[in-house]
Structures are given as structure tokens and as C-alpha cells.
């Protein structure tokens, strides 16, 4: 079991930037694949990035330069810089963690790019 908590959603306006936080807890974070989703309304979830236990990462098209995904094991904290937002980028951000068969999803953090 892990327990996923996300922070540092918000109001930014287009064009700004802010960094979202996941903290995991209960089991060995290394050992997980972490992704960030986000989901709008009226729409699926869909993925945003992710980042392997080794470093590997991959991003949607739409969010490819101006999105990183980032980890640090000792902390237990995987994170997403998030510059030159757009209003298309507004939704709940969820953080995932997956290991096998095994996938647990934090309670989600609203971000909304408007002027």
C-alpha cells in the first residue's frame, strides 16, 4: 500500500508557472512508477507524464516542452514544473504510483490557468 497526497495547485494566470508536489508514504517509493494525470471536466483522464524507478520519462504531446516530471527517492516525492500554462491545462492533477499489478491515485489538486 502507498498513500499519495498532492499539493501546489492553484490560480495562475496564462503563461505563469507553478510546481505540484506529490508525497508518498507506506511503501518504498523507489520502487514505483510515478505519473502525473489530469482530468478536466467533461473529459477523461488522461496522462501527463510519468517517470520510471529508473529515471525514464515520457510526456503527452500537448504539455512536451513546457512540463517536467521529476523524482527524489530520498524524500519520497515526485514533483511537475509546470511553465507557460495555458487555460487548456485547467483540471484536477492526480499523482499515481504503480508497481505490477498495483496502482494507487492521491485525491487530486485543482489547477486553473486563467486571466
Known amino acids: 500500500q502507498v498513500q499519495l497526497v498532492e499539493s501546489g495547485g492553484g490560480l495562475v494566470q496564462p503563461g505563469g508557472s507553478l510546481r505540484l508536489s506529490c508525497a508518498a508514504s507506506?511503501?518504498?517509493?523507489?520502487?514505483?512508477?510515478m505519473g502525473w494525470y489530469r482530468q478536466a471536466p467533461g473529459k477523461q483522464r488522461e496522462l501527463v507524464a510519468q517517470i520510471t524507478t529508473g529515471g525514464s520519462t515520457n510526456y503527452a504531446d500537448s504539455v512536451k516542452g513546457r512540463f517536467t516530471i521529476s523524482r527524489d527517492n530520498a524524500n519520497n516525492t515526485v514533483y511537475l514544473q509546470m511553465n507557460s500554462l495555458k487555460p487548456e491545462d485547467t483540471a484536477v492533477y492526480y499523482c499515481?504510483?504503480?508497481?505490477?499489478?498495483?496502482?494507487?491515485w492521491g485525491q487530486g489538486t485543482q489547477v486553473t490557468v486563467s486571466s
Open positions: 499515481k504510483a504503480s508497481r505490477l499489478w498495483n496502482d494507487y
Open positions: 507506506g511503501s518504498i517509493f523507489s520502487t514505483y512508477t
